[in-house]
């Protein structure tokens, strides 16, 4: 009874050959590859530098952000610095840098404008 289950064939992306699903695995790029070429190029190591190159990037983007504090509507959020200076929450454009308030710079603010 086995014997009239024919297993499928798939096509390796990489040599062509027509490969049974037994021995055809899919690569980092979700390819159809076969076993023998999969051995030939190896592991998926490249991909896993593109995604610590990426995480780099993504890292870098974030110490890029400002951290900043609306002074209309006391929302905090972070900006990017080529996005335009607005609030998401309220639209206002009077932004303060959030990370450089405390309450001794917030108190030497206050009793310098009196």
Same mark, same amino acid.
Do not use: W
């Given at each position: 009874?086995? !014997?009239? *289950?024919?297993?499928?064939?798939?096509?390796?992306?990489?040599?062509?050959?027509?490969?049974? !699903? %037994?021995? &055809? @695995? *899919?690569? #980092? %790029?979700? $390819?159809?590859?076969? #076993?023998?070429?999969?051995?030939?190029? +190896?592991?998926? #190591?490249?991909?896993?530098?593109?995604?610590?190159?990426?995480?780099? /990037?993504?890292?870098?983007? %974030? %110490?890029? #952000?400002?951290?900043?504090?609306?002074? !209309?509507? @006391?929302? /905090?959020?972070?900006?990017?610095?080529?996005? @335009?200076?607005?609030?998401?929450?309220? +639209? +206002?454009? $009077?932004?303060? $840098? *959030?990370?450089?308030?405390?309450?001794?710079? &917030?108190?030497?603010?206050?009793? !310098?404008?009196?």
């Amino acid at each position: 009874m086995a !014997s009239d *289950y024919e297993q499928p064939q798939y096509t390796c992306s990489i040599c062509k050959k027509q490969v049974s !699903s %037994e021995n &055809i @695995r *899919y690569n #980092a %790029e979700l $390819r159809t590859v076969c #076993a023998e070429c999969l051995k030939k190029i +190896g592991t998926v #190591a490249p991909v896993q530098k593109q995604k610590k190159e990426l995480r780099q /990037k993504a890292a870098d983007v %974030e %110490e890029q #952000a400002i951290k900043v504090i609306c002074s !209309s509507c @006391r929302y /905090k959020f972070t900006l990017k610095p080529h996005f @335009r200076p607005s609030c998401p929450y309220c +639209g +206002g454009s $009077r932004l303060q $840098r *959030y990370d450089s308030l405390t309450a001794e710079g &917030i108190l030497a603010q206050v009793s !310098s404008g009196m």
